[in-house]
């Protein structure tokens, strides 16, 4: 897979062995070296036309903070989408087999399943915003020409995409054929690796407590069922902690199960539905707890 970035912070990914940075340590730095994953880093300044390399400007309309210029952008997706990332003359528009991400504290949420979409992509394209974003016409005008995708990483806000960049390649990069060690525990992990398998039962579910030697370390066991050797009895344990993890910290995963996923409810067996109770969720009762 191709990844281009453009950025006023190329230095801040760390994708060369020097420099060893998010991009450039662990698995995804081990595929890059590898050639599996291509990133190109650009940047944004070189698309600058002035003396002090400007690339942002006051708000029409007032307010606070700086945004970044529609005529720096626009010709550096030009030259990256149509070129090898090098400055050329303006280029006619071709059809870029790329997907544009920009992320914004205003965008759709990143979830598991898009980056299960991303991760099948050839190639992706990816614009840092800093300031108070990017002039609004640079996203109208790519759409023109491309998928673009505007997406938010949580409810918070950051100084500029580039960390939002790192988590989204992260999520996407450990799904790549080659990539992870372990294939079965991309498939295994919350959320079921964005697959969204129809009959995994732990869709939808927050993964419940894990434990390795030593059995007994500071006066504290691991649960018996662990090393009982039954592994239907293991799988059920697992799926009641897992219940239990999810009702306690994210109730809406479990609302989503209830009544937003199609036929969500016909998931949970008997046992589900007391451990589900017990955690405050009564799944066929007249009230709803959350
Ligand atoms: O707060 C931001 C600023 C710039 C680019 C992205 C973000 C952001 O993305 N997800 C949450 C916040």
């Not at 071709?94 to 920009?102: E, T, Y």
């Not at 992870?180 to 869709?203: I, K, V, Y």
């Not at 239990?244 to 209830?258: F, K, N």
Request: glycine share 12%; charged share 20%.
């Amino acid at each position: 897979m191709r990844v281009d970035i453009i950025t006023i912070f190329p230095d801040y990914f760390g994708t060369t062995a020097k420099g060893a940075g998010p991009l450039g340590v662990s698995l995804i730095g081990k595929a890059a070296a590898r050639g599996d994953l291509d990133f190109r880093l650009h940047d944004l300044r070189r698309w600058a036309t002035d003396v002090h390399h400007t690339v942002d400007d006051t708000p029409f309309g007032g307010g606070p903070g700086m945004v970044m210029k529609p005529d720096v952008w626009g010709t550096a997706l030009d030259d990256v989408l149509t070129g090898d990332g090098t400055v050329t003359a303006p280029s006619a528009p071709s059809a870029p087999l790329a997907r544009l991400i920009v992320p914004t504290p205003s965008g759709t949420p990143f979830t598991q399943g898009l980056a299960a979409a991303y991760a099948a992509e050839k190639r992706l394209v990816f614009a840092c915003g800093r300031y108070e974003g990017i002039d609004s016409r640079v996203v109208a005008d790519a759409r023109s020409a491309m998928a673009v995708d505007e997406v938010s990483i949580g409810d918070y806000v950051l100084a500029g995409g580039e960390v939002a960049v790192c988590v989204i390649l992260e999520a996407v990069c450990r799904l790549l054929p080659g990539v992870l060690g372990n294939e079965q525990s991309a498939a295994d992990d919350s959320f079921g690796g964005g697959t969204g398998e129809a009959g995994d039962p732990m869709r939808g579910l927050l993964e419940g407590p894990v434990y390795t030697r030593p059995r007994s370390w500071r006066g504290r066991e691991v649960p018996p069922v662990l090393l009982s050797g039954d592994h239907q009895a293991i799988a059920r344990w697992r799926r009641d902690e897992a219940l239990r993890r999810t009702a306690a910290v994210r109730p809406d995963l479990v609302s989503q199960i209830i009544s937003g996923t199609p036929g969500g409810a016909a998931m949970l067996d008997a046992r589900d539905r007391t451990v589900l109770a017990e955690a405050g969720f009564p799944v066929d009762g007249e009230s709803m707890a959350h």
